[in-house]
């Protein structure tokens, strides 16, 4: 994050802070014994000790762990509140509030403090050892002599005790006077003018509901551009429009951004957790936390990511036993790191664990009955490592508080496949793994591919595109009850969308006898439009009526009681003013393979 954002926060906070500071010290005059403002007033102070030092304003951070110090006696009883004290308390207060205007006007001149400071400071060193071991004679007056104060022999000896000299005290108020004199005075130099924070707080209910109005716009704006165009060939009276909408859509998705590191601040707490359970070193690595996401994109895949770091774990890093007979050291390692690339956001966890063992992989497929056994057994070590994502599969040999129930890989899957994401393993045995997770920047906008089948116009999420290509009915060949083809020297199934769409019912896709029938009425000479989409390490083509255009969607999710319809994500509505559906990749797929796996 930029130095400008991060002092935007800080202001916005300590402002914030400010005004909190100045309600519970009424509160508090008003009854001393309050203890909610006395440690409302000691958790702010705190914080904005904190957050001072940490960007490097030590003026701030220095009154503020004074007046933290002030507050750490009264709470203990050790000073008792009166109103001289309560003026004190209102002229440091004040010092914060010019302190923070000073931050904010990027003022050079520096706001005087050390007189208040210093009274405050006497105040707590004197409460420390006592209300009455101290005459209160040399307080208010600091012009007397140490020799001439009554019983100065037995306050040294009292003090000496404590490793405090009487000399340093006296001369600490000596020089209250003289620094008092030079520092802002809270009712003559503070003017009548509000000073507000440069952020606001919005509750992300209400940027949602802009961020679907703007949609709206987005949407209305093509259909607009669309039917004039019909009627004129100077589409450039429109370009300031479109410029000034899709300025308003970023603008918008910008603010929903949220730096990673607020998700992968929490990994430090969750890793120590898991790691104690499974009685395991682990060493964690966080890197590119300042990258930005939607928030509700970390929200929904946050789980995801828990679920995939306590998997490596408990599954991928191996015990201080069997990391040393592998030659490796016993403190296991996980990193955890995001980079930005395009419209993506790439997240990766990376062991240096056994990695994924697909001799494993399938003989805990064929004891789960994931899959018919033929079927497992011509699997490639990609496809099987795949299968961690079927529900109820787990390799794991004992069930314990962290793995080993089969339930959370699919979900993971299903969170992000609900998000336009993607999940990819690299994986070696003996080195380690690595979870990809692709995931869009934002949800508010997608990119898709139109086509049409019949009279109907559909997307597909650009995300899950390879390539599209033209084929004959030569080109497709009948295996089984499916149909497949060649494509850059790879045999990829190949599936009538119409064929799908057109089911009556999800019966009907089960028989199988239905992925062959648009081919058997296809002419031999006539060229067919092929959309390849790959999901899971699974290339398909989808055969399609006409290509349209590549397209950036504002995508709806459908309402009650269409939200369960099968193979469809959602719905947006093009220039033309016709409803586009959004096809669910992995839904039809998943659909797809399924049955072919049960047919064979």
Request: hydrophobic letters at 40%; one cysteine or more; proline letters at 2%.
């Amino acid at each position: 994050m930029k130095e400008d954002e991060l002092k935007e926060i800080f202001l916005s906070e300590a402002m914030d802070g400010y005004e909190e500071l100045n309600k519970h010290l009424i509160d508090l005059e008003k009854d001393y014994q309050n203890k909610k403002a006395i440690d409302a007033i000691f958790r702010i102070t705190h914080t904005l000790k904190a957050n001072a030092a940490s960007m490097g304003y030590s003026d701030v951070a220095a009154m503020a762990h004074t007046f933290e110090d002030i507050f750490t006696e009264i709470k203990n009883d050790k000073i008792t509140l009166n109103a001289i004290l309560f003026n004190d308390l209102y002229k440091a207060i004040d010092i914060f509030g010019f302190q923070l205007k000073a931050i904010q006007s990027g003022s050079k001149e520096i706001v005087k403090y050390r007189g208040i400071k210093t009274k405050l400071e006497v105040i707590v060193r004197k409460s420390k050892f006592g209300e009455n071991s101290i005459p209160d004679a040399f307080i208010e007056k600091s012009e007397i002599s140490i020799n001439k104060l009554p019983g100065k022999e037995n306050i040294n000896i009292e003090l000496e005790n404590k490793n405090i000299k009487l000399e340093n005290i006296i001369s600490n108020e000596i020089t209250l006077n003289e620094e008092l004199k030079n520092e802002p005075d809270s009712i003559q130099t503070n003017d009548s003018k509000v000073n507000f924070s440069d952020l606001v707080s919005i509750p992300i209910r209400k940027l949602d509901n802009l961020m679907n109005l703007v949609g709206e716009l987005m949407i209305e704006k093509d259909r607009v551009v669309t039917v004039l165009s019909q009627h004129s060939n100077r589409n450039n009276e429109f370009s300031r429009l479109q410029r000034i909408t899709s300025e308003l859509q970023y603008s918008v998705m910008d603010v929903r951004l949220v730096q990673i590191n607020v998700l992968f601040s929490k990994f430090n707490r969750i890793v120590r957790d898991t790691a104690k359970i499974e009685n395991k070193n682990i060493n964690l690595t966080l890197e590119g936390t300042d990258i930005e996401i939607d928030r509700n994109i970390l929200q929904i895949i946050s789980d995801s990511l828990i679920h995939i770091v306590r998997n490596a774990i408990s599954h991928g890093i191996e015990n201080a036993t069997e990391r040393t007979l592998a030659k490796k050291s016993d403190t296991g390692n996980i990193k955890i790191s995001a980079r930005s690339e395009k419209n993506k956001v790439i997240i990766e966890v990376e062991d240096d664990g056994k990695g994924i063992n697909p001799v494993i992989i399938r003989k805990k497929a064929i004891e789960k009955k994931i899959a018919p056994k033929s079927i497992i057994e011509l699997m490639k070590d990609e496809e099987l490592i795949q299968l961690i994502f079927e529900p109820g599969f787990s390799s794991a040999e004992n069930v314990t508080s962290v793995s080993g129930r089969g339930v959370g890989m699919d979900v993971v899957k299903k969170a992000i496949d609900s998000i336009g994401g993607k999940v990819e393993i690299v994986t070696e045995v003996g080195k380690g793994s690595v979870f990809k997770l692709i995931l869009p920047s934002s949800m508010a906008l997608k990119s898709a591919l139109l086509f049409g089948l019949d009279n109907c116009e559909y997307a597909i999420p650009l995300s899950y595109t390879q390539a599209v290509i033209q084929l004959l009915k030569t080109d497709i060949h009948k295996v089984a009850k499916g149909l497949v083809a060649n494509h850059l020297s790879k045999t990829i199934s190949i599936v009538f969308l119409k064929d799908i769409l057109n089911a009556k019912s999800l019966d009907e896709l089960k028989t199988g006898d239905l992925y062959q029938n648009g081919f058997n009425k296809l002419e031999n000479t006539k060229k067919i439009n092929v959309i390849v989409v790959n999901y899971g390490n699974i290339e398909v083509g989808f055969v399609v009526d006409r290509l349209m255009q590549q397209k950036e969607i504002v995508e709806k999710q459908l309402l009650k009681p269409l939200d369960k319809t099968k193979f469809i994500s959602g719905a947006t509505i093009l220039g033309t003013g016709n409803v586009c559906l959004v096809l669910d990749i992995p839904s039809i797929i998943g659909q797809v393979f399924k049955n072919t796996k049960n047919n064979i």
